[in-house]
T-cell receptor
């Protein structure tokens, strides 16, 4: 069975440019997460979806970040405009949730963003 | 709020050495506790878990015991291998949100 798939793996852009990351979760996983991981740090939650609904986006910087999961499967995370401080790895994860977070997440390999 | 503190790395050991990576947490109630591992070039994956006090999680020779009295969940392995070189994250699940520690990088020398 395929795991969580993310693309692109690497992206280099200049500041003020837009960027988008795509995630395809494990089939049948209702819950999808986007995490931010800075160098030497643990992942920090940006947004969590239950099917199409964003149930926790309290840590998403909404002035420049946006996310969508239109059909409750794939998801896209966008940054516009990107800033130097956005350089990090963006992780997507999915889980079988069903109303209770078990903490058992399946992660993709991440998308490494470098903003010049 | 909930928080987690784990041993800073990098930790460098020789093959077959004993490993301990310390982890303590603060949380309301009794959260489930997890260790995740990130091998070079791979995504994070669940290593082991414990859901209640005194539970011992184990996998791949690693163990961790849920200690309610000390709010700790230290990761141990009796004899490490070169293939255990990775970054290890302690992660309590509290208030329906999992919180990751900063990670401990482990280097095992042959």
């Amino acid at each position: 069975e395929a795991g969580v798939v993310q693309s692109p793996r690497y992206k280099i852009i200049e500041k003020k440019q837009p960027v988008a990351f795509w995630c395809n979760p494990i089939s049948g996983h209702n819950t999808l997460y986007w995490y931010l991981q800075n160098l030497g740090q643990g992942p920090e939650l940006l947004i969590r979806y239950e099917n199409e609904e964003a149930v926790d986006d309290s840590q998403l910087p909404k002035d420049r970040f946006s996310a969508e999961r239109l059909k409750g499967v794939d998801s896209t995370l966008k940054i516009q405009p990107a800033e130097l401080g956005d350089s990090a790895v963006y992780l997507c994860a999915s889980s079988l949730y069903g109303g209770r977070n078990t903490g058992e997440l399946f992660f993709g390999e991440g998308s490494r963003l470098t903003v010049l | 709020g909930n928080s987690v503190t784990q041993m800073e790395g990098p930790v460098t050991l020789s093959e077959e050495a004993f490993l301990t990576i310390n982890c303590t947490y603060t949380a309301t109630g009794y959260p489930s506790l997890f260790w995740y591992v990130q091998y070079p070039g791979e995504g994070l994956q669940l290593l082991l878990k414990a859901t209640k006090a005194d539970d011992k999680g184990s996998n791949k020779g690693f163990e961790a015991t849920y200690r309610k009295e000390t709010t700790s969940f230290h990761l141990e392995k009796g004899s490490v291998q070169v293939s255990d070189s990775a970054v290890y994250f302690c992660a309590p699940l509290g208030e329906d949100k999992i919180i990751f520690g900063k990670g401990t990088r482990l280097h095992i020398l042959p």
